[in-house]
């Protein structure tokens, strides 16, 4: 068939295969910014034993490949009877790998805020609480969003991942795709241009949150940069 | 343990393999990407920004994506085994993020070295070789020990076309004897083990050789 | 003037553009043997461009610049030979991070003049001791305070034998009390012969060792002389004006 009619069977299933990689990606987006940003906080200021708990966290996420922890989630755990569907199983391990992540950039953040503006507010006699929640959390926030924007790019990028444990974003659709009509080099490309397409979008659309909301300052290591 | 007697002959052969892999992409890596980041620098308007394409293309997409990809074309056009194109597909990806690394690197070293250089008589080359790159070279080593643990940590993809390497000989493993976390578990330490070992082991090789100020 | 005038450094009609704005309208300048040439005038003015229009750093738009007679904007010359004898001093010192202060002198003689590497560093430890840092040699530039970073530039430049010393405001980058080493290095030079043309605002080594002032602005030379009339009756009012200003404050 001409690459036009394969265009027409192709594009509406790669265009739901889409619409869960954007659904995995975001909410594994939003689970790494819920643990990343407690522990960003844990490691600069909590206790000792807190501390050590979260770096090692940290740690073996970051020292460790996100397909090994996908396959500990998804086959390993069942070996104690513990079984989590696709779905959740990327969830939880994109979303572990991510806030690790997450919270070094959150932890550069408020690291570099942290000295001067944590002396100003503790000399007008706020409590150590009140400083962190209303002088370095909402400073912080904004100070991490290039390095946080680069991460949701990244998350599109990961989860493609997840194909491997037969959920079906777009990669998984290119793979059925390719055994049913043997297309395999168009497909990919196909495939490649959309995630061309979707990242450059991104990309640009960030950028501009980017430029409208962030602090000049300090530049915080990248994922893969 | 007899667990431990069982599971660690099929680490060791992965592990070879594993190594293999991150070393062929790591070090072809670093050669394309050395070329790509000169030629960039140095290269002129066209070729840089040709050569710019191309590397935000190679960033931009999956890197199973890209894996597949250049699998898929390596292995027809060239018919080399699955471990060859592999490791070319991760060497040719790194070099990629090799080339962001060395051009930063090369663009961090203050105009005026060049300049300098010129001025005592050397030529463009001679001042390349003899003044840009060594102070380059302390640059990119933080960003570099990044990208090392990326391509150790990437040497797993090529798991999805059967390179017989440590994931995969776990996933062997727990097909034998039905138990996935243990095998999966043990994984995750070599590679945590390489890469902490990786990144100790550069910032030693940039506290030594650091330029006294 | 007992001797003929050999011109070491001829100017003709160098003009510069920076997109639209003309940095250099035209200077055409001849700086004789055993001439010390200041040039001065507000910032902006091209002088530094002008000084890198000789070395071909910058290269001019149109015009023409000879070196001991060659002709360094012919696109045929070798260049690079041609700057090893040509020396020149930066207001950012650009001495090459990475080496001792002895490797950054040795560098240009065994690369560059292809000398061994014995012979190097026997001349590169003569240059250090001329300008008095003879003991910092095994000292890297972050280890150097400003001033004796800058000797060591002007010892770098030293030890090629150059027939011309440009110097691009060599104090402008120093702390006050740094300045006045480095002055008397140049100062030494010279008195010692050797053809120099420098871009600064330090009157006083004007007044003291220059044997000609260049007045410049907007790209053009305005007027030019002797330390005497330029500092003491110059013809024209804005001469007058802006030496006086500098004067000053030096």
Redesign the interface.
């Known amino acids: 068939m001409s690459f036009f009619e394969y265009l027409k069977i192709a594009l509406p299933q790669i265009w739901v295969g889409l619409m869960i990689t954007f659904r995995v990606s975001f909410v594994c987006l939003l689970i790494g910014m819920a643990l990343g940003f407690p522990v960003a906080l844990a490691r600069v200021y909590g206790p000792k034993w807190l501390r050590w708990l979260v770096t090692g966290y940290v ?2 996420f ?8 996908l ?2 989630i998804y ?6 009877g513990i079984t989590f569907s696709p779905f959740t199983s990327a969830y939880l391990a994109i979303g572990l790998n991510s806030g690790a992540y997450q919270s070094e950039y959150f932890r550069g953040a408020i690291q570099a805020i942290s000295g001067g503006q944590m002396m100003a507010a503790r000399s007008i006699g706020m409590t150590r609480m009140q400083a962190i929640r209303h002088v370095i959390i909402p400073q912080a926030f904004r100070f991490a969003i290039p390095s946080w924007s680069n991460e949701a790019v990244s998350m ?6 997840v194909y ?1 444990i037969a959920v079906p974003e777009m ?1 998984y659709v290119a793979k059925l795709l390719m055994s049913k009509y043997y297309n ?2 168009q497909t ?2 196909l ?2 241009l959309v ?2 397409l979707v ?2 979008l991104m990309t640009l659309l960030l950028n501009e949150i980017e430029r409208r909301t962030t602090i000049p300052g300090l530049e915080i ?1 990248k994922r ?2 | 343990m007899e667990v431990l007697t069982v599971l660690i002959p099929y680490i060791l052969r992965g592990l070879s393999i594993t190594l293999e892999v991150t070393a062929v992409a790591l070090g072809l890596g670093l050669l394309f990407g050395t070329i790509l980041a000169i030629l960039r620098v140095y290269g002129g308007k066209v070729l840089s920004g040709l050569l710019t394409q191309f590397v935000t ?1 190679l ?7 890209l894996l ?2 250049l699998y ?2 390596i292995a027809r056009v060239v018919n080399l085994s699955a471990f060859w194109s592999g490791s070319m597909a991760l060497a040719i990806i790194s070099s990629a ?1 090799q080339s ?1 690394i060395i051009r930063g690197a090369i663009q961090s070293v203050p105009g005026g070295q060049m300049m300098a250089a010129r001025s005592i008589g050397m030529s463009r080359f001679k001042a390349i070789w003899h003044v840009i790159i060594p102070q380059a070279f302390r640059f990119a080593i933080p ?1 570099w020990s ?1 990208e090392a ?2 391509v150790i ?2 040497s ?2 090529v ?2 076309l059967g390179v017989p390497e440590i ?1 995969r000989q ?2 062997y493993y ?1 097909a034998r004897t ?8 043990a ?2 330490a070599i ?2 083990l390489l ?2 070992i990786t990144n100790r082991g550069l910032d030693a090789l940039e506290r030594r050789i650091r330029i006294p100020a | 003037m007992p001797k003929p005038e050999k011109v070491i450094v001829k100017i003709e009609n160098v003009h510069k553009a920076y997109g639209k704005e003309e940095v250099l309208k035209g200077i055409s300048m001849d700086v004789c043997e055993g001439e010390v040439v200041v040039l001065v005038g507000p910032s902006g003015t091209g002088k530094s461009t002008l000084l890198r229009c000789i070395n071909q750093l910058t290269i001019p738009d149109s015009g023409k610049v000879w070196v001991d007679g060659v002709e360094l904007t012919n696109p045929k010359t070798d260049i690079d030979k041609a700057r090893q004898h040509i020396g020149m001093v930066f207001q950012d010192f650009n001495l090459f991070n990475h080496l001792t202060t002895l490797d950054n002198i040795m560098l240009g003689l065994i690369h560059v003049m292809g000398m061994k590497k014995e012979e190097a560093r026997d001349k590169a430890l003569l240059e250090l001791k001329r300008v008095g840092l003879a003991n910092k040699s095994e000292n890297y530039p972050g280890q150097l305070s400003g001033g004796q970073k800058q000797r060591v530039a002007i010892a770098r430049s030293l030890a090629m034998d150059p027939i011309v010393m440009l110097f691009d405001e060599p104090t402008s980058a120093l702390d006050p009390e740094l300045i006045g080493e480095v002055l008397t290095v140049m100062k030494d030079l010279a008195v010692g012969g050797m053809t120099m043309i420098c871009v600064t605002h330090e009157i006083g080594f004007a007044r003291d060792v220059c044997s000609r002032i260049v007045f410049m602005e907007h790209g053009e030379i305005v007027e030019e002389g002797n330390p005497d009339k330029m500092l003491n009756h110059p013809d024209l009012p804005r001469t007058k004006q802006f030496l006086g200003k500098i004067t000053e404050l030096h």
């Open positions: 740690e073996v970051r020292g460790t490949p996100v397909l090994v922890q396959f500990l086959y390993g755990l069942p070996q104690f599109v990028k990961i989860s493609s991942i491997l990669l395999v080099l990919y490309l495939v490649g995630y061309l990242i450059g290591a893969g940069s | 293309i960033r931009a997409l999956p890197h199973i994506l597949l990809i898929f074309m993020y962001e960003p990044n643990a990326i940590k990437d797993s993809l798991y999805v994931l776990a996933q727990s039905y138990q996935p976390f243990t095998a999966y578990l994984v995750a590679y945590f890469t902490f």
